[in-house]
């Protein structure tokens, strides 16, 4: 069971938008910065987003973030079946004093 | 261009300890304001952080795994690890080691290795 809340997949045609949420507590996305993740199978998570917002260099702006509250949000425009992948929310813990991840949520580009 | 590269053995046998090293290049582990951390992802399911360690050897551990786990750190060798006993089949998992994104900022990680099976196994 992870601390944060994602939901399990979620697909949208190329071209299209897609929006993944994350959800928290006050113990974490209320208090502290949130990065987000993409998974390609067979290799490490790259970092997409971090900061609540802020794109790494390299990361194409198609790929935005947002918090509000104890929750956040991944918005990507512009799909790509590239883009086909499993996106993860993260960030820390006071409660737990450590880092915590969200379930992971599967992109399908149809 | 930091790099994070793991080792250790692939296989461990139940109640055994597991061993993996990170060694890091391109920058110094000592360098001030970045945490050096270990995260799991067992087979098809997400990600979990272990722990993390600074260059002084502040450590923080995950509360679930805190009484299996020790993290170290050789700065001299640029390498930090760690050690997970009386391992189950349940620690079968892809490790990796990571870095955060510096500044103290412990929300995000930037650097990651490319990750090591482990798999516990008789």
């Known amino acids: 069971q992870s601390v944060l809340t994602q939901p399990p997949s979620v697909s949208a045609a190329p071209g299209q938008k897609v929006a993944i949420s994350c959800s928290g507590s006050s113990s974490n996305i209320g208090k502290y910065y949130v990065s987000w993740y993409q998974q390609l199978p067979g290799t490490a998570p790259k970092l997409l987003i971090y900061?609540?917002?802020i794109r790494p260099s390299g990361i194409p702006d198609r790929f935005s973030g947002s918090k509000s509250g104890t929750s956040a949000t991944l918005a990507i425009t512009g799909l790509q079946t590239g883009d086909e992948a499993d996106y993860y929310c993260g960030t820390w813990d006071s409660s737990l004093n450590g880092g915590v991840f969200g379930g992971g949520t599967k992109l399908t580009v149809l | 261009q930091v790099q994070l590269q793991e080792s250790g053995p692939g296989l461990v046998k139940p109640s055994q300890t597991l061993s993996l090293t990170c060694t890091v290049s391109g920058d110094s582990i000592s360098s001030a304001g970045y945490y050096w951390n270990w995260i799991r992802q067992h087979p098809g399911k997400g990600l979990e952080w272990i722990g993390h360690?600074?260059?002084?050897?502040?450590?923080y551990y995950n509360p679930s795994l805190k009484s299996r786990i020790t993290i170290s750190i050789d700065t001299s060798k640029n390498k930090f690890s760690l050690k997970l006993s009386s391992v189950t089949a349940a620690d079968t998992a892809v490790y990796y080691c990571?870095?955060?994104?510096?500044?103290?900022?412990?929300?995000?990680?930037?650097?990651w290795g490319q990750g090591t099976l482990v798999t516990v196994s008789s």
């Open positions: 360690i600074y260059y002084s050897g502040s450590t």
């Open positions: 990571a870095r955060d994104l510096g500044n103290y900022d412990t929300t995000g990680y930037p650097k």
């Open positions: 900061g609540n917002n």
